[in-house]
């Protein structure tokens, strides 16, 4: 019997990690189709992001024999995971409309060392030093993808050409925003509220917030930018139940570490179709990375 329950531990973290890979890409996806649709109201985006998610979600709601049913405790959590979600979602898309994709995201990934810090008063959670360690190893790897511009301009004293700062700053605001959302997101599922619950309550909650700022900063789109941007929600969608699936198996702070892998399917998706080549010190990055994410893996399974 207790073979059987490490088994069953194992395996539900290697759900965990599958989903968040699974997850990774589709926001890989996601950010190219956003990046593709030009220029429009960082608003439009979102809101295109989001409806395609409700009408997924509420018919996959509709279909199961407990429907769209909140639990109450649940609520004060879906709010705190809509409300976060939904600024991050801003920035996010705001970035990746004035930066290179894989910079927009790799700043958004940063989320997890925000979660670690949010799950210590949200949670309860304590994480130990040898993962404190491994997501700090990350955080210095997703520098060198980077290379910010505000951390450049400060060691070289010189001003931002271009107005790189402020999307940068802004993709920074996202990462922490996503970051606070993924741990009230593990907090209302440790709740026992359903993965497609939690997804379509933030769908929902997100089209009505922005529906104000649509009304006041609408601009029409061409055939090509719904097309784009259906495939922006269509993508986005399988990247939030993936990822509501993956905290659902598991801690954040045992597998949040391959939530960077979204930067390396940015990379390649960057290069194919917008001819974004990484540097040497991006490519170090990638390396570190994944150097971090393979030992967090196996320092949390000998942990078991």
């Known amino acids: 019997m207790q073979n059987l329950n490490t088994t069953n531990k194992i395996s539900d973290k290697t759900k965990g990690i599958i989903c968040l890979l699974l997850s990774a890409l589709s926001f890989a996806v996601m950010s190219l189709f956003v990046n593709l649709s030009g220029d429009m109201p960082v608003w439009q985006k979102a809101f295109f992001r989001n409806i395609v998610a409700v009408v997924i979600s509420l018919s996959l709601l509709f279909k199961s024999k407990e429907g769209f049913k909140i639990k109450k405790s649940s609520l004060p959590g879906l709010f705190m995971r809509?409300?976060?979600?939904?600024?991050?979602?801003?920035?996010?898309?705001?970035?990746?409309?004035?930066i290179n994709i894989a910079d927009a995201l790799i700043l958004n990934k940063m989320s997890p060392f925000f979660a670690i810090i949010a799950s210590i008063f949200v949670l309860n959670e304590r994480a130990t030093l040898k993962q404190w360690l491994t997501v700090f190893v990350a955080f210095i790897g997703s520098l060198f993808v980077v290379k910010p511009a505000f951390i450049i301009s400060i060691i070289n004293g010189t001003e931002i050409a271009g107005g790189g700062e402020f999307p940068a700053i802004i993709g920074l605001v996202g990462g922490v925003s996503a970051g606070i959302a993924y741990t009230f997101l593990r907090k209302v599922k440790l709740n026992g509220e359903r993965g497609n619950v939690v997804v379509a309550f933030f769908s929902i909650f997100s089209c009505l917030v922005l529906m104000p700022f649509i009304f006041f900063t609408y601009q029409p789109i061409t055939k090509f930018q719904l097309l784009m941007l259906l495939g922006a929600g269509v993508s986005a969608c399988c990247g939030q139940i993936t990822i509501t699936a993956a905290y659902g198996y598991c801690p954040a702070k045992e597998i949040s570490i391959y939530d960077y892998s979204t930067v390396i399917f940015a990379a390649i998706l960057g290069f194919i179709f917008l001819q974004q080549i990484p540097d040497k010190w991006s490519i170090l990055g990638y390396i570190i990375i994944i150097l971090a994410s393979l030992y967090s893996f196996i320092y949390n399974n000998r942990r078991k």
């Open 82 to 98: 809509a409300t976060f979600g939904t600024i991050g979602i801003l920035a996010n898309f705001y970035a990746i409309s004035k």
